[in-house]
């Protein structure tokens, strides 16, 4: 079993159990101890796990921790595939459509590339990176912005570029849902960002695994009131479900593929420089497609 497969199991187990031991996690992967405890250092690192004496307890800040892309897009790739599929059936051909940034919707923009033409707005690297060698024909416009660890552009550039579009369907990635919270981010800007998307499109929906249920980041982006949809995946319990959907318009729980050797997108080493230009006099990486707004306008 591979590090990155080895600490996702980790976390869930951690999750799940808030406190697990080291022997336990060792018994349950078939490697040793010691193998455990330096994925466990590495977990730890990264703010996601608490060390405690023989095993490892949940990080007690998680409210405000922003795990990173090269971490999240190894996890849980079975459901965030089947989701990706179950919402790209939602777009249709013209459709102006926003993608934040995130895992989930890194895979679904990677689905959406082979798709319809469609025009795409979206404060993700990863996601343009996805629509590179799209043979669709889509146009894909990144905001600007600072770049937070999940990679998403956030800040004034973006917010304010945001606000000036319209999009038919905005896809919502999220780092939580809780009865009380709602949708969160452990970001403060990208919350921000995220209200932007949404304020500017006719309908949202999110997506999100079941692992997202009862995380609560520090940031709200919005109730369950204010989307439009949800796509989750069956590992979601029962009663987060019935919840859910008494209040939320459509709840769609994808069904996982059964097969263990399912292709998985790979990340891209790199985008074509061709079609995009680098906006100067900003601190982060920030690209704007050249295309006329005249052409936007026909595809809404």
């Known amino acids: 079993m591979l590090a990155a497969a080895r600490q996702s199991a980790i976390l869930d187990a951690v999750h799940k159990e808030g406190v697990v031991k080291v022997a336990d996690l060792a018994e349950r992967l078939g490697v040793s101890a010691v193998t455990v405890r330096r994925d466990i250092d590495v977990l730890s690192d990264s703010g996601m796990l608490t060390r405690v004496h023989g095993g490892v307890m949940l990080q007690e800040d998680v409210g405000t921790h922003e795990p990173g892309f090269a971490l999240k897009s190894t996890q849980r790739l ?102 009380r919270a709602g949708f969160t981010t452990p970001n403060l800007l990208e919350a921000e960002t995220n209200q932007a998307f949404a304020a500017s499109s006719r309908r949202v929906v999110v997506v999100a695994d079941h692992s997202k249920w009862g995380v609560q980041g520090i940031g709200s982006i919005c109730g369950f009131d204010d989307v439009d949809g949800l796509v989750t995946d069956g590992g979601l319990p029962g009663q987060a479900l019935g919840y859910l959907r008494e209040r939320i318009q459509s709840v769609r729980v994808a069904a996982c593929a059964a097969s263990p050797d399912r292709a998985v997108p790979r990340l891209l080493p790199g985008h074509r420089s061709v079609g995009w230009r680098y906006v100067s006099g900003l601190q982060s990486t920030v690209t704007l497609p050249t295309i006329p707004m005249s052409s936007w306008n026909s595809q809404k």
Request: no cysteine; proline share 3%.
């Open 78 to 179: 079975e459901e965030k595939a089947a989701i990706a599929r179950e919402a790209a059936a939602l777009v249709s051909e013209g459709m102006a459509v926003g993608i934040t940034a995130g895992s989930t919707t890194w895979m679904l923009a990677k689905a959406l590339s082979s798709g319809p033409r469609v025009t795409v707005l979206t404060n993700s690297v990863r996601v343009m990176e996805a629509f590179d060698t799209s043979s669709s024909g889509s146009t894909v416009l990144l905001t600007g912005g600072e770049r937070t660890p999940s990679d998403a552009l956030v800040g004034p550039l973006a917010t304010s570029s945001i606000r000036h579009l319209h999009l038919d369907l905005l896809f919502l990635g999220v780092h939580g849902m809780d009865e």
